[in-house]
C-alpha cells in the first residue's frame, strides 16, 4: 500500500493523497446515504452504510486512503452520555460533566464493547476496499473528547474546561486518564477489525496555552500511541494537533507521522520535525473552491517537501460546499505532478 509505505518513509512512485473529512457533505452519494439513515447518528451506528460512505471517496475520487465513517464523540456516547447532534449547532451533551460523580457514573470498558459497530464497519470496509488502498481508524485525543463532555458542546473559549484546569487539575486528569483507557482498547480493537493505520483528531490543542498542552493534552496522545506501538508497531500513527506551530520545537513521541494545519508554516513543520516524521497536509481547504488556486497549492508544497517523506491532506477538513470535480482534479494533480 502505498499510503503505508510513505507512513514509514519507504520510497514511493508518488506522494499518496487523501482528505480529512472525505467522507461527506460535499458528495451526493454521501447525502442520499444519510436521508436513508435518517440522522448522523443513525449512520454512525448503521455499519453497512457507515462502510458504503467510507467507500465512496475511494470510488469517486480515488484517494489512496479511505478513513473510516464514524465521530470522536462515539466514545463518551457509549461510555453513558446522552449525545445528540442539533442543526446549526453540532454535537449537545445533554448532561455535561461536572464533578467526580459524574466521571464514576460512566464505564469506559461497556463502551469499548458498545462500539462494536464502528468495528464491523472497518471490517466490512477492509473486505471491499481494494488491496492497494489503505484503511485509516482513527478517533480525538482525550482533551479534545473532554472538552465536549465538560462545555456540553463546542466552545469557542473553552471556559468550563479550562476552569477546571486550573481550579482542579486533579479531575481533569482522571477525566483524561479515564478517557485514554478507553481510547487505548477501542483503537486496538480498530486495528482487530482492520485498520491499517490510526489518526489522533486533537482539534482543540490550540485552546491551550503550551505548559498546559504538554500536561493535558499531549501527554496523553503519547501515552496512547506508546500504548499502541509496543503492541502493534506494524501499524502506522498519525497525530493532528490543529495549530500547535508554536509549540513544534518540544514534540516528541512513539508516532510516525505528524498532520500540519493549513495555519502552520509547512517550511517551520519541515525544519522542525522531518528529521524524525513524515509530514502530512496541508493545503488550506478553501483552495478547493478553484482549479488554479488547487494548482498552485499543490506545486508550493511539493516544492517545499521535496525530497522529504510526505503525505497529501488538506489542513483541515474538505467543507460542505466545494465542487466535486474539484476534489477529483486536486486529487490527481497531487498524483500526477508529485509523479513527475
Not at 7 to 33: D, H, I
Not at 273 to 285: A, D, I, M, T, Y
Request: some cysteine; aromatic content about 12%; hydrophobic content about 45%.
Amino acid at each position: 500500500m502505498i499510503f503505508i509505505d510513505a507512513c514509514f518513509k519507504k520510497k514511493v512512485p508518488y506522494t499518496p493523497v487523501w482528505m480529512m473529512r472525505q467522507a461527506g457533505r460535499y458528495l451526493s452519494e454521501y447525502m442520499a446515504v444519510r436521508k436513508e439513515a435518517g440522522s448522523f447518528l443513525a449512520l454512525c451506528k448503521d455499519y453497512k452504510k457507515a462502510s458504503e460512505v467510507s467507500l465512496q471517496p475511494v470510488e469517486i475520487l480515488g484517494v489512496d486512503a479511505a478513513i473510516i465513517f464514524s465521530d470522536i464523540l462515539v466514545v463518551p456516547l457509549e461510555m453513558g452520555m446522552h449525545l445528540c447532534f442539533k442543526a446549526g449547532e453540532g454535537p449537545v451533551f445533554s448532561k455535561p460533566l461536572s464533578n467526580l460523580e459524574d466521571l464514576k457514573a460512566l464505564d469506559p470498558l461497556k463502551a469499548v464493547k458498545k462500539l462494536s459497530y464502528v468495528y464491523d464497519a472497518l471490517k466490512l470496509t477492509r473486505e471491499k476496499l481494494p488491496k492497494e488502498k489503505a484503511l485509516i481508524g482513527f478517533c480525538g485525543s482525550a482533551w479534545t473528547i473532554a472538552t465536549y463532555m465538560i462545555e456540553g458542546a463546542g466552545s469557542k473559549s473553552y471556559a468550563k474546561s479550562k476552569k477546571m484546569l486550573y481550579q482542579n487539575p486533579e479531575l481533569l486528569h482522571q477525566i483524561l486518564s479515564t478517557l485514554t483507557q478507553a481510547l487505548k482498547l477501542y483503537l486496538e480493537e480498530q486495528i482487530k477489525a482492520g485498520a491499517n493505520a490510526l489518526q489522533i483528531f486533537d482539534s482543540w490543542a490550540s485552546a491551550l496555552e503550551e505548559k498546559a498542552f504538554f500536561d493535558f493534552s499531549f501527554s496523553y496522545t503519547k501515552e496512547l500511541c506508546s500504548y499502541i506501538k509496543e503492541k502493534y508497531p506494524h501499524i502506522p500513527l498519525i497525530v493532528f494537533p490543529r495549530a500547535i506551530s508554536g509549540y513544534l520545537d518540544k514534540i516528541n513521541g512513539d508516532f510516525d507521522v505528524f498532520g500540519v494545519d493549513w495555519s502552520t508554516p509547512l517550511e517551520l513543520a519541515r525544519d522542525k520535525l522531518s528529521s524524525r516524521f513524515v509530514l502530512q497536509g496541508n493545503l488550506e481547504p478553501c483552495r478547493l473552491y478553484d482549479k488554479k488556486a488547487i494548482e498552485e497549492g499543490i506545486k508550493e508544497i511539493l516544492s517545499i517537501m521535496r525530497g522529504r517523506a510526505h503525505i497529501f491532506n488538506l489542513g483541515h477538513g474538505i467543507l460542505p460546499d466545494i465542487p466535486v470535480e474539484n476534489a477529483k482534479f486536486f486529487i490527481k494533480r497531487v498524483q500526477e505532478l508529485s509523479a513527475l
